[in-house]
């Protein structure tokens, strides 16, 4: 399996909802991260896990909080999230963090109503 | 500040055209640039890091550090290279990728 896999691919919630979005990869990478991609943007890095512990928290607020519960899947539970939270969420993972190249999935719509 | 430039939001150019798209970035350091690509309803993929000097699809990209630039360059340009670049940035020995605002190239028949 040389891929990065998320689910679900989309998701609609709620402000009060609690929700969550699933990254999984089987490529030996000991690197996982999420960003968050608004329509017509760049992808902006939220989180970083190395070696499945929290590297990076790029100021994200805490209604998102990452889980690491394996060096193959990454977490990111979703909480009284606002409407301006929807975009693509996506998940990436590298061999090595700091020297190698990101794959990335290919994310999880998110609508906040 | 790290920040990277992609002056133009879309290139369009006719098939067999020679492409260019700009990258600038402004990095206190040596860093490690990126070129990545996404196709219509396709994940984001590398197309090129600086430091293997590789060619893809076609694609070639220098890092010229004098100008701190890092454009991307085909010779000629194909329909199915129809799609969004976004040049990327790594600071040394980091984990965070800062990404441009992205080009989006349409090659027109």
């Known amino acids: 399996d040389t891929e990065v896999t998320q689910t679900p691919k989309h998701l609609v919630m709620g402000m009060t909802n609690k929700k969550s979005l699933k990254c999984e990869q089987h490529m030996g990478h000991r690197a996982m991260y999420w960003y968050k991609q608004k329509a017509k943007k760049p992808p902006e890095l939220m989180f970083v896990?190395?070696?499945?512990?929290?590297?990076i928290n790029e100021s994200v607020p805490s209604r998102f909080s990452p889980e690491c519960p394996n060096s193959s899947l990454l977490n990111l539970h979703l909480h009284a999230l606002q409407p301006e939270d929807s975009a693509l969420y996506l998940c990436a993972s590298s061999q090595e963090p700091g020297t190698d190249t990101q794959y990335f999935g290919p994310g999880t719509r998110l609508t906040v109503l | 500040a790290q920040r990277v430039t992609q002056p133009e939001k879309l290139l369009s150019v006719f098939k067999g055209a020679p492409v260019e798209l700009k990258c600038n970035y402004s990095?206190?350091?040596?860093?490690?640039l990126f070129w990545y690509v996404q196709y219509s309803r396709q994940r984001l993929q590398l197309l090129l890091r600086?430091?293997s000097r590789e060619s893809i699809k076609g694609f070639t990209a220098d890092l010229n550090k004098g100008e701190t630039s890092f454009h991307l360059k085909k010779p000629f340009a194909q329909e199915e290279d129809s799609a969004m670049y976004y040049c990327?940035?790594?600071?040394?020995?980091?984990?965070?990728?800062?990404f441009g605002t992205g080009t989006r190239l349409q090659v027109f028949p």
């Open positions: 600086h430091i």
């Open positions: 896990y190395s070696y499945e512990k929290l590297s």
């Open positions: 990327a940035l790594r600071g040394y020995n980091t984990d965070k990728l800062i």
């Open positions: 990095y206190s350091g040596s860093p490690e």
